[in-house]
């Protein structure tokens, strides 16, 4: 459970004071487990609900289990697969490099306009992950579109990951094919990219096509642990032409003392569609203090800077725009780990 309090010099040309939830983490609860079978060969489930902390009320479009619901089998030698509603190969793979994952969501890239803090997930989903040989382990997905027309609303990704050591690598690739044409598809009508998320008149939600690719690492050198990342994504208009982002992340975490971190990241984007172009610079620090192994505190702090080619600055997870070319944010929170 994440609750804590945020501001934001600029929402419609207003200050503006919130209770938010999620901050570092999104509000869950659930169920996991497994059952040895012998011989090496386990089945394995997962039901993971999201929640609202600030009323109580579902996550994810009101779904019971809308972070993970899934069932599959594992072997030692062999890996695992599942089969339910999960995560794509980006996700499993680019998501824990990202700095919004020991920042709060505010760092996220624009729009998360490549998927990997999870704007959705697919349903109707198989997933297969390789045993780990020599440091290497494959991540396949396919979402099927549960319909006559097979190529609308499916889904299908691969990544690789690399650990030696200190080094954490990875590098992935997502493809959905006319996501959210309805209910029952692998990207459902009603989770994906609302009308807010648009640049240059182009809205991602309305892609017919959509790619997300990307490569990154991380580092630890005593205390510090290094990490850049890039990804890109591309959205393929209705209209004809595409909507494309290039991400490019550097990050820096470093433990000041067992129960103390300190971090500072930078992002900066690139947007471009049929002749027009604009860039994101942001800027994300923070620090985190636990206060034992399940509970920590947070503060954090935000300033993105958008050029005039895309207008107005709006830090992902904020609730509006501003009506400048800069945004600030900071939230002051705490985190119990159950």
């Known amino acids: 459970v994440d609750a804590g309090v945020t501001y934001t010099n600029n929402a419609k040309g207003h200050s503006l004071w919130q ?26 489930f997962r039901l993971e609900n999201g929640f609202n902390v600030a009323n109580g009320a579902l996550g994810q479009g009101g779904r019971m289990f809308g972070r993970s619901a899934w069932v599959g ?3 030692a030698n062999s890996g695992a697969v599942t089969l339910g509603r999960q995560y794509n190969s980006t996700q499993d793979i680019l998501g824990s490099l990202q700095m919004s994952s020991f920042l709060a969501q505010y760092s996220t890239h ?12 697919l349903n109707n989903a198989v997933k297969y992950v390789s045993p780990t040989i020599a440091g290497l382990q494959a991540n396949l997905v396919y979402g099927f579109s549960n319909s006559t027309g097979f190529a ?5 990704s ?3 990951t690399y650990v030696n050591g200190p080094l954490n690598a990875g590098a992935a690739y997502a493809r959905v094919n006319h996501p959210a044409v309805s209910a029952s598809g692998a990207v459902a009508s009603d989770n994906y990219y609302p009308a807010s998320a648009s640049v240059f008149g182009a809205r991602l939600g309305s892609a017919i096509r959509q790619q997300i690719w990307g490569a990154g690492g991380s580092y630890a050198i005593g205390p510090a642990t ?24 550097g990050s820096l975490r470093y433990m000041v003392t067992p129960a103390l971190m300190a971090a500072a990241g930078y992002t900066y984007t690139q947007v471009a569609r049929a002749g027009e172009s604009g860039h994101y610079h942001q800027v994300s620090a923070g620090v985190q203090y636990l206060l034992s192994k399940r509970t920590d ?3 954090n702090g935000f300033y993105q800077k958008a050029s005039s080619g895309v207008g107005q600055a709006w830090i992902d997870g904020t609730d509006s725009a501003s009506t400048t070319t800069s945004q600030v944010a900071v939230v002051v929170g705490i985190r119990q780990k159950f």
């Not at 938010?20 to 089945?43: A, F």
């Not at 609308?152 to 299908?156: H, L, T």
């Open 297 to 299: 505190v947070y503060v």
């Open 19 to 44: 209770f938010t939830g999620g901050n570092e983490s999104g509000p869950r609860w659930g169920l996991i487990g497994s059952e040895d079978l012998g011989g090496g060969l386990k089945v394995n």
């Open 73 to 75: 089998l594992s072997g």
């Open 158 to 160: 691969a990544g690789v």
């Open 110 to 121: 624009p729009f998360d306009n490549d998927d990997i803090n999870n704007t959705f997930r």
């Open 226 to 249: 290094l990490g850049l990342l890039y990804t890109g994504s591309n959205f393929g208009q209705a209209t004809g032409g595409a909507l494309r982002f290039n991400n490019y992340e």
């Open 152 to 156: 609308n609303d499916n889904s299908w």
